[in-house]
């Protein structure tokens, strides 16, 4: 079945760029249908959503968050990226990808462990 | 953006009790909205989309209802492993996608 799996630097200084990527395993990152999405948690809080990709590489970011993120796909590699400019503290969170249905669901069915990002000099 | 209010922010339950989570939303969303679970150091599941269909796998302990701004989450017999955050999520009206802010069952 289809597996997400984050990677990326465990600390990131402020004002630098934290980049992250999803490994997409047991299928592929070009099926018709599917939305890939970074979702993060900062520590003690709930769920916030970043931003999603389509494999065409169609972008849709959380207002929010958008002047300071890109998210692209690479499909050749079955992974897509998530990069953040000029962090701060308040982007220390834990930061899942996942996949969401554009048609059956419409909801977040397939989620990765998370990967812990840490912002401090 | 819509904003999405849980309640209540943690709750206290024996297993077996029937728990009820709320979920609202600041506009209509229809039946656009999901529910998940979440254990501490686990991938998030995904239990109820549609607001009342059950994902795959899921167990029929749990049950959705609800549209438009109110929405709850039953589970009719509390299990062990039931004891967790629940979110929800809307997706009628995006980006962004929002949750609320999740509550927390606990013993």
């Known amino acids: 079945q289809v597996q997400l799996q984050e990677s990326g630097p465990g600390l990131v200084k402020p004002s630098q760029t934290l980049s992250l990527t999803c490994t997409v395993s047991g299928g592929t990152i070009s099926s018709e249908g599917y939305y890939w999405n970074w979702i993060r948690q900062h520590p003690g809080k709930g769920l916030e959503w970043i931003g999603c990709?389509?494999?065409?590489?169609?972008?849709y970011y959380n207002p929010s968050l958008e002047s300071l993120v890109t998210i692209s796909i690479d499909t050749s590699k079955n992974q897509f990226y998530l990069k953040v400019g000029s962090v701060t503290a308040a982007d220390t969170a834990l930061y899942h990808c996942a996949r969401r249905s554009l048609y059956d669901t419409r909801s977040f069915d397939i989620w990765g462990q998370g990967t812990m990002v840490t912002v401090s000099s | 953006e819509i904003v999405m209010t849980q309640s209540p922010a943690t709750l206290s339950v024996s297993p077996g009790e029937r728990v009820i989570l709320s979920c609202r939303a600041s506009?209509?969303?229809?039946?656009?909205l999901a529910w998940y679970h979440h254990k501490a150091g686990q991938t998030p599941r995904l239990l109820i989309y549609?607001?009342?269909t059950r994902a795959t796998g899921i167990p029929a302990r749990f049950s959705g209802s609800g549209s438009g701004t109110e929405f709850t989450l039953t589970i009719s017999s509390l299990q062990p492993e039931d004891f967790a955050v629940y979110y929800c999520?809307?997706?009628?009206?995006?980006?962004?996608?929002?949750f609320g802010g999740g509550t927390k069952v606990e013993i």
């Open positions: 990709i389509y494999y065409r590489g169609n972008t």
């Open positions: 999520q809307q997706y009628d009206n995006w980006p962004p996608l929002t």
């Open positions: 549609g607001a009342s």
């Open positions: 506009q209509s969303v229809g039946n656009n």
